[in-house]
C-alpha cells in the first residue's frame, strides 16, 4: 500500500481542523485504511490528486458527475451564471427553468421544491406526508439511505453501513419509535405492518432502486407492492430517486421500471426526490410529486420548509445545462460502459477463483462478496458477505490508477467522459486487483 505523500501531509493538517479529517464519514477510507487521496481537479473520467497522480474516477461525486467532470457545457454555464451574481434571495428564471426539465422528464412530477441538499429533500418529504395524513409513523426499510435526518438513520446504509452501526447516537428514543423499519424486498413484512398499524402510516420511503449497501435490485413488482398497499391504507409513497434519478435512466428508476411505457407493474408514486445528478456538481436537490401534495408545502399549504440558498442561481444553471446534456444517448453509453465492466469484473474475479455476484440496477452497480448463492437481496444479505475482500481490491485498484468507492456498501459509478483509454485502464487493473482480494 503506497500512501501518497502529499495527501498524507494535507490529510494529517484535516485532523487536526475537522472531526475525522473529513466533511462526510467515507471520505475517511475508514474500512479500507491508508490514507485517503487529496484531490484537486477533474477532467472527464479522471481526478488528479495532490501528488499529481492521476485516477480514472469510479465514484463520480456519488453520482452527480454523470457527464464527466468539468463539462465544458456546465462549465460555460456556470461561468456565464457566476457573472451575474452568486445569490438573490429572491425568484430567479433559472429555477422555473430545471424544474420544467424534470417534470419534463418524470411524469409523476406535477410540482417540484428545490433544495440544497438530498437530506433537505427526504427530510421534507417525510414532513410533506406527515402533514397531508396527519400521521407520524414511517416506514423505511433496513440498508436504504436517505440522508442524516434523525428519523431516518435506524438501520441505514451508506456510511452508517460502513461504520457498523445501528443508527446514530444523538437521535431521541421518542424519534426513533416514529420510524418502523422493515427487511427490503419483504412485501409480506410490508402488509403485516400495515395490517397492525396502517392508520397511523404517513409514508413509506424506499430508495427506488438500494444503492447504499450495495446495489440491490428490487424484486419484480416490489416498488408497485408499496404503491398498492400505501394507497389502500391512505398512506403515501415517497420514492427516494436522489442516487437513481437522471442517472439509471432518462426519467430515473422509476422512469425504467414502474413509469416506463409498457410495464409490467405500473405505479406511480406520490413524492419523489432527487438530488445529486440535478445540480451536476452543485448543491441541488428537490422533492416533486403530485400537485395536490405538494400543494401543502408553504406558501400555499401548512407545511413549512425553506432555504437562504435553495434555488441558487449557479446551482441552477449547472442543473440545467446537466440535464439538457443529458440526452437518452449519454444513457445508452452509459449502460454499455456499465456492462462491459461488469463482465469485465466478474470474469477477473472468476478467474482468481473468489467467488462473487455483481448487483445491479440499470447501469448501477456494486460487487458483493461471498454472495453468488442467493445475491445480496436485502441488509442482512449485505451484511453477511465477505467484506474483509474489499480493501485489498481497493488498494490494487487505487495503486493501478483507478479511483473506487472507499467501502463494499457503495456503487460504481460511471459517466460519458469514460472513454476507451479510461476503460482500458480499469480492465487493465482488474486481474491483480482480483488476485488480491483472493488472498
Ligand atoms: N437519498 C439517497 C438515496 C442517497 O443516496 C443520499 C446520499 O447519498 C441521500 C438521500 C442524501 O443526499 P445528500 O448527501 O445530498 O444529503
Redesign the pocket.
Known sequence: MTDASRSEELFERARQLMPGGVN?PVRAFGSVGGTPRMMVSGKGAYLTDADGREYVDLVCS??PALLGHAHPAVLEAVHSAVDRGLSFGASTPAESELAALVVGRVSAVERLRMVS??????MTAVRLARGYTGRNLIVKFAG?????LDGLLAAAG?GVATLALPGSAGVTEATAAETLVLPYNDITAVEEVFAARGSQIAAVIT?AAP??MGVVTPADGFNAALSRITREHGALLIL?????GFRTGYAGYWGLTGGAVGAADPFVPDLL?F??VIGGGM?V?ALGGRADVMDYLAPVGPVYQAGTLSGNPIAMAAGVATLTAATPDVYTAIDSRSRELQDALSAALSEAGVDHSIQTAGNLFSVAFGTSANGVRNYADAQAQEAFRYAPFFHAMLDAGVYLPPSVFEAWFLSAAHDDAAMDKIFAALPAAARAAAA
Do not use: F, I, Q, R
Open positions: 462526510s456519488w453520482g441538499t438530498g437530506t433537505e429533500a427526504t436504504c439511505y436517505h440522508g442524516h451508506s430508495e444503492a447504499n427516494d430517486e436522489v442516487l437513481t426526490t438530488g445529486k448543491p436537490a
